[in-house]
């Protein structure tokens, strides 16, 4: 840009001082003898000042030839930078969308990932419930094989009573007693659930013209039915049964009536039965 205003400078500079020459000649009062010569001299002087200022210019035009080509290199090396600038910008872009695309990547796993943890949350909620309903269903399924079976003497044979009143019978020989709901200390029956229950009772009758057999089903401290049997003389036997509800803890036993009898030996002749027919 320098050397490109230095040029026309250089002109206008060289112009002018001709013309001040010129100028400068023509206002000096010249003899008229010693005019040719004067003359001569100045033709001289403005042909001197002439070459001086094309040599001038030449060298110029010669430092603004070098100065254009190396700035023609200096263009071209820009241009490669420009160029080579361009590419890392393309690369910066596509490495940014590369990176966006990533995070679009990783978010959607992290919502996938949330989503299955969620899931599983779900899942494993799921999975207590149904074990705590396996072990419902466990303990209820255990609860409702309720089941027993026992006759009046432990050993041997023997007849119990007659009582002046009603005493509660135990039947010690247990036949079977699923669930432990029977007592054989006691003779009584607790109810563990809610729902029907059957009862059955056996009584041996050895006959005696003065006293009859019988026994009572009582719950909870009601009477319910009677096995009453009487016959002077030899065996017999009565019989009887109710399916009761019960609720948790209603008890259910058997009562000797008051003078009666009540026969039992190894061929288990007197029994008190129950079990669970279903919930409620």
């Given amino acids: 840009m320098e050397m490109t205003l230095c040029f026309p400078l250089l002109l206008l500079i060289c112009s002018l001082s001709t013309a001040q020459h010129q100028t400068e000649s023509d206002n000096e009062m010249i003899p008229r003898g010693k005019q040719a010569e004067s003359q001569g001299r100045e033709a001289t002087n403005v042909s001197d000042r002439q070459q001086t200022c094309t040599q001038d210019i030449h060298a110029v035009l010669r430092e603004m030839s070098a100065l254009l080509a190396e700035q023609r290199v200096e263009m071209r090396h820009l241009q490669r930078e420009n160029e080579a600038q361009k590419a890392k910008l ?162 259910v036993h058997l009562r000797l009536w008051a003078n009666r009898r009540i026969f039992d030996n190894e061929n288990h002749h007197s029994t008190f039965s129950g079990h669970l027919l279903f919930t409620m």
């Fill in 90 to 251: 393309k690369e910066l872009e596509l490495q940014k969308t590369e990176v966006e695309r990533l995070k679009t990547e990783v978010e959607r796993q992290k919502q996938q990932l949330q989503a299955q943890a969620a899931e599983l949350i779900t899942v494993k909620a799921r999975s207590n419930v149904t074990e705590h309903q396996v072990e419902a269903l466990m303990t209820d399924g255990e609860v409702k094989r309720v089941a027993f079976s026992a006759s009046l003497l432990a050993s041997g044979e023997g007849t119990v009573g007659p009582f002046n009143t009603d005493i509660s019978l135990v039947f010690r020989y247990v036949l079977t007693n699923i669930g432990n709901a029977y007592n054989p200390n006691t003779g009584f029956f607790t109810a563990p659930v809610r729902g029907a229950y059957h009862f059955e009772l056996h009584i041996g009758a050895d006959g005696h013209a003065s006293h009859a057999s019988g026994a009572v089903l009582y719950k909870n401290g009601g009477r319910v039915i009677i096995a009453y049997e009487h016959q002077p003389s030899h065996f017999g036997k009565s019989s009887n049964g109710a399916t009761l509800l019960l609720e948790v803890g209603d008890v």
